[in-house]
C-alpha cells in the first residue's frame, strides 16, 4: 500500500522560509515520478514543481526561482524548499507520485494528504 505523508508546512511571514517533506511508503523513488501541488481555498489545485525519476525538475511560473524541488532516493522523501515566501503562496500543499512509464510521467496517481503553509505579510 502506497502511502505519503507530508510535513513541514506551518506558518510564516512574507519573505521567509519552508522546507516540506514528503515520507513515502511502498514506492521506490528512483522510480517515481514526484509532484508537488498546491491549493488555497476557492481556487483550482495547480501544479508547483515535478521530478521525474532522472532528477528533471519542473516548476510552476509563480514559484520559479524561490522554490526547489528534491528528493533523496535513500531515505524515500522529498523535499520543497520554498524562499522568498508570499501571502500568495498560502495554501494546502500536496505530494503526488506516479510510476515512470513508457509514457514518461502519466497522471500522478498516489497523493498525500496535505501539510498547511500559511505566510502573512
Known amino acids: 500500500q502506497v502511502q505519503l505523508v507530508e510535513s513541514g508546512g506551518g506558518s510564516v511571514q512574507a519573505g521567509g522560509s519552508l522546507r516540506l517533506s514528503c515520507a513515502a511508503s511502498?514506492?521506490?523513488?528512483?522510480?517515481?515520478?514526484m509532484g508537488w501541488f498546491r491549493q488555497a481555498p476557492g481556487k483550482e489545485r495547480e501544479g508547483v514543481a515535478h521530478?521525474?525519476?532522472?532528477?528533471?525538475?519542473t516548476y510552476g511560473d509563480s514559484v520559479k526561482g524561490r522554490f526547489a524541488i528534491s528528493k533523496d532516493n535513500a531515505k524515500n522523501t522529498l523535499y520543497l524548499q520554498m524562499n522568498s515566501l508570499k501571502p500568495e503562496d498560502t495554501a494546502m500543499y500536496y505530494c503526488?507520485?506516479?510510476?515512470w512509464g513508457l509514457g514518461g510521467c502519466g497522471q500522478y496517481k498516489h497523493w498525500g494528504q496535505g501539510t498547511q503553509v500559511t505566510v502573512s505579510s
Open positions: 521530478m521525474n525519476p532522472f532528477g528533471r525538475t
Open positions: 511502498g514506492i521506490t523513488y528512483s522510480a517515481y515520478c
Open positions: 503526488a507520485a506516479v510510476s
